[in-house]
C-alpha cells in the first residue's frame, strides 16, 4: 500500500488550486474589473491638488543695516544678527495668518466654497483654509543658518505661486509698519527722556543759583589748590563740591544755553528715520518661480490598489465558493 508523501500532498494542493483559479478566471476578472471602475470613480472624486513648497531664507539687503545705524542713534542699542532677527520677525507676522487670510477672502475658490457656509460658519471655513497653509523651520547643514519652507496645498499651482507672493508682500508691507513705528516711538521715548532730563537739571540749577544769589557768589569760588594740603594730597571732584559755589554767573549762563537748546540730534536722527521709513525693506531672499510643485492625487497607484484588490478578494471568492459547493456535493 502506497502512502502519500507531504511532497505529493502540496503537489495535488497546488495542483486542485490552479484548477478552482483557473474554473474562476471569470469571476476573477469580473470581480477584478469591478474593483477597478471602483478605484478609477473614486480617483476621479478626488480634487486635483497640488503641495506648493517655497524656501524663505534671510536676507541679506544692505538695507537692513539701516535699521541698525537708527537704532545706534537713537542709543537703544543694535541687533546681533539682523538678518536673522528679521526673518523670526517675517515669521512670526506670516503665523498669525491674518494676511493669508485676506488674500483667500478674495480667490474664487474660497468665494465659492463660502456660499455654502452660512454666516455663521464662514469663521470656521477660514479656519479650515489656515491648514492649507504650513510653516517648517528648517536648518542648513553647511552654514548652520536657519530657513523655512512654506507649503501651500492648492489645486493651481500657478495662483499657489500668487498667492503665496501675494501674502508674502502684505506680511513684509505689516511688518515694515510695525518696525517703522516702533522705532519712531523709541525717537520719542528717547526725546521725553532728554526734556525730562533738562527739565530735572534746570530745577537744580534754579536752586544753587539762589543760593549763590542770597551768599552774594558772583563768580567761581572753587579753587583745585586749595583742595591739596603740603603734606596730603586730596583727591575730590569738583562735581561733589556744593554746585552754587562755581557762582551765579555761571549758573545762570548754564541754565540760558538749556532753555536754548534746538536739540539739533533729534531733528538729525528724524531725517534718517524718515528716509528708512521710505525705503523698501527686503527682509527675505527667496525666489517664487522656485516654487517646488508636487501633485498630491496619485491616480496610478490608486488604481494598481484597485486591482490588487480586486484580485484578492476574486480569489478568496472563488476559493469560498468552490468550497461551498463541495460541502454541498459530498452532502448529496
Known sequence: MKKNTPFNDDEINLTDSLKIIWDGK???????????????????????????????NASNSYDLRK????????????????NLMFLDKFVSELNDYNEFFFIIKNTKKFQEDI?????KDQEILLLKYSELLEIVQSENDYN????????????????????????????????????????????????????????ERLD????????????????????????????VSLRINTADIAYYLRGYKAI??????IKTRNYQQFKFVEQELDLFKDTDIKFLDY????????????????LQTSILLGLILGLF????????QSQTGSKK
Do not use: C, M
Open 26 to 56: 471569470i469571476k476573477i476578472l469580473l470581480i477584478i474589473t469591478i474593483s477597478f471602475l471602483i478605484g478609477f470613480g473614486y480617483s476621479y472624486q478626488i480634487p486635483k491638488n497640488y503641495l506648493n513648497s517655497l524656501t524663505i
Open 67 to 82: 535699521y541698525d545705524d537708527i537704532q545706534k542713534l537713537i542709543t537703544i542699542g543694535a541687533s546681533n544678527n539682523t
Open 115 to 119: 456660499l455654502k457656509f452660512s454666516n
Open 144 to 199: 548652520k543658518n536657519f530657513n523655512y519652507t512654506l507649503n501651500l496645498i492648492w489645486d493651481d499651482p500657478d495662483e499657489a505661486k500668487k498667492i503665496l507672493q501675494d501674502t508674502l508682500n502684505l506680511v513684509s508691507n505689516s511688518l515694515k509698519k510695525k518696525i517703522d513705528d516702533a522705532l519712531e516711538h523709541s525717537l520719542e521715548f528717547q526725546k521725553k527722556l532728554t526734556l525730562s532730563g533738562d527739565r
Open 204 to 231: 537744580y540749577l534754579k536752586e544753587q543759583s539762589t543760593i549763590a544769589k542770597e551768599l552774594k557768589i558772583i563768580d567761581n569760588q572753587i579753587d583745585d589748590a586749595n583742595l591739596s594740603q603740603s603734606s
Open 252 to 257: 545762570d549762563k548754564e541754565i540760558e544755553l
Open 287 to 302: 525666489n517664487i518661480h522656485l516654487t517646488n510643485v508636487k501633485l498630491l492625487k496619485n491616480t496610478k497607484l490608486i
Open 317 to 324: 471568492y472563488v476559493f469560498i465558493s468552490n468550497s461551498i
